[in-house]
């Protein structure tokens, strides 16, 4: 079965502290993967996808096809890194199936 | 306006009402979609259009009923629902209907069902 897991509902770390967003999948074919983010009162947008292999905001992600993860990392957080993060995978008929959303709060 | 707007962003309906939530893409994109958010829950997609042909149905009740008249235009008919569809509808857009092509989102509906 296809789906996405994040496992934390709630991250809070420090400024300046990292930070790592866990998302692990299940997918059976090449996967295509993505993160987005909500900011307080915003909308959900696009951070990054895998194939870009991009840094966005100081965000990173790796795909690692061994472990079926694809975590979000950052070294040193900063406050308006607070929002709702999301994981998402792209099926087989090329629609995004999503994780349940990891709540990340950095503190002052 | 620019991106992803829909009306109302707020709606309480009762069980009997007939509704209708709309959405409108200043992309120029050719793929719509509709999202249900509950709170806990991971996002559902409930419909996609692509090319304004519906593409995806994941087993909706047919209390929920979309259209979409053209590429710019996405609407949610809403009828006899349940307090359990109270939630966050979300439109998107993207372009060539292919999830690797980023979607856009709308600011949502909060819908309550009493």
Redesign the interface.
């Given at each position: 079965a296809q789906r996405?897991t994040q496992p934390e509902?709630l991250l809070s770390v420090f400024k300046g502290a990292p930070v790592e967003l866990k998302c692990n999948y299940s997918y059976s074919g090449s996967p295509?993967l993505f993160w987005y983010v909500q900011y307080s009162r915003q909308?959900?947008?696009?951070l990054l996808?895998h194939?870009s292999r991009e840094s966005i905001k100081g965000f990173t992600a790796d795909l690692n096809k061994g472990e079926t993860s694809f975590h979000l990392k950052k070294p040193f957080a900063q406050e308006e890194d607070s929002a709702m993060y999301?994981c998402?995978l792209?099926?087989s008929?090329?629609?995004?199936i999503?994780?349940?959303?990891t709540k990340l709060i950095i503190k002052p | 306006e620019t991106?992803?707007t829909q009306t109302p962003r707020h709606l309480v309906m009762g069980m009997t009402n007939k509704k209708s939530l709309k959405c409108e893409q200043h992309l120029g994109h050719n793929a719509m979609y509709w999202y249900k958010q509950s709170a806990?829950?991971?996002?559902?997609?409930m419909f996609?259009y692509s090319l304004e042909e519906r593409v995806?149905n994941n087993s909706v009740p047919s209390r929920f009923s979309p259209e979409c008249p053209n590429s710019s235009h996405l609407f949610l008919h809403l009828h006899t629902l349940q307090p359990e569809d109270s939630a966050l509808y979300?439109c998107?857009s993207s372009q060539d209907?292919?999830?690797?092509n980023?979607?856009?989102?709308?600011?949502?509906t909060r819908l309550t069902v009493l």
């Open positions: 996405v509902k295509e909308r959900l947008q696009l996808r194939i999301y998402a792209r099926d008929n090329y629609q995004l999503w994780g349940a959303g | 991106g992803v806990k829950k991971p996002l559902e997609l996609v995806e979300l998107a209907g292919g999830g690797y980023e979607q856009f989102f709308g600011p949502g």
